[in-house]
């Protein structure tokens, strides 16, 4: 089902269509996800992207055309190189350890003391939380400040632009 | 899309319904799948859905946009807060184990205010994103 919508996802000129099958794209992910076991990313999956993301393309798409300009040639040389990127990640994932082997160093290294003494030390149930708020409490704060400044980011471009439009009236 | 009866009844029921499972998310994220920055998107979806069924002028009058941009800030100083409360506290910083009477205790005093810094910061940005975008589309 995914293919399929990538499929159609790159055939589309309509941009409203792509928004949505993106959005459609992002619930499917989700499913996986929750296949996964990782009901916290599916979780976040579905909200971000396929809500709020979805949201924030239809009001940009709200600003320019629905349809997607022509492109001058054909983009021969951007398909090889994603080919090529593509290729060489399938390539690299038959170094990596078979999946869910119990044996992968990264199970072997810090993730045993997590599920071990994690509940005990912090006294989360959620192993989940207690790694991103408690052990690896740094990296979320960075992440915490990572959208601080994409937020403020977004604030002070779009709020100069539309002062120098004003400003040309 | 303001005229439409079914629309609007159908918005008040449910968005009550979003933040409560917002809040849901946010205080439960210790025992079940969830945490700051999930309740924090849905918070703002509430938020932007209550925008695009009532009109923009009406949620940013119940959700001003001071209380956006404090938000965003806020959040981030609430977890700079909780990691220096750690070092006032006499430990390292982001040292939850002395936030408490006991480690177990101080872990989940840290870990839920870190949380809901997340939280804050989180759905702050995502409205203001929106808030832009939308009065961009509207000034047209």
């Given at each position: 089902m995914m293919l399929v919508t990538v499929a159609v996802l790159t055939r589309s000129r309509n941009l409203f269509a792509v928004v949505v099958l993106s959005s459609v794209y992002s619930f499917l992910m989700a499913t996986v996800l929750v296949a996964l076991d990782a009901v916290d990313v599916a979780m976040t999956e579905a909200a971000v992207g396929a809500g709020v993301s979805t949201v924030l393309l239809l009001g940009a798409l709200h600003l320019c055309r629905t349809e997607e300009a022509k492109h001058a040639q054909a983009p021969w040389l951007p398909l090889a190189m994603a080919v090529v990127t593509g290729g060489v990640l399938v390539y690299g994932?038959?170094?990596?350890?078979?999946?869910?082997?119990?044996?992968?160093p990264i199970h072997q290294h810090v993730a045993a003391r997590y599920l071990n003494d994690g509940p005990k030390e912090?006294?989360?149930?959620?192993v989940v939380t207690a790694v991103l708020a408690s052990y690896r409490g740094y990296d979320t704060l960075g992440e915490t400040i990572v959208v601080f400044t994409a937020g403020i980011g977004v604030v002070a471009l779009l709020r100069r632009r539309r002062q120098r439009s004003e400003g040309d009236r | 899309m303001k005229d439409d009866v079914v629309l609007r009844v159908v918005a008040k029921l449910l968005v009550p319904f979003i933040l409560l499972f917002a809040l849901y998310v946010q205080f439960h994220g210790d025992f079940g799948p969830g945490g700051g920055f999930q309740a924090g998107v849905i918070i703002a979806a509430a938020v932007i859905f209550y925008a695009i069924i009532f009109g923009l002028p009406t949620a940013r009058s119940v959700v001003p946009d001071w209380l956006v941009e404090a938000m965003v800030a806020a959040g981030v100083l609430l977890y700079l807060g909780v990691g220096l409360a750690g070092i006032l506290l006499?430990?390292?910083?982001?040292?939850?184990?002395?936030?408490?009477?006991t480690p177990v205790a101080g872990q989940h005093r840290g870990i839920f205010w870190v949380e809901a810094g997340v939280a804050v910061t989180v759905s702050g940005v995502m409205l203001k994103t929106f808030y832009m975008f939308a009065a961009r589309a509207r000034d047209k």
């Open positions: 994932t038959y170094g990596l350890p078979a999946f869910s082997d119990p044996q992968a912090t006294g989360v149930p959620n | 006499g430990g390292n910083y982001l040292d939850y184990f002395v936030l408490g009477a």
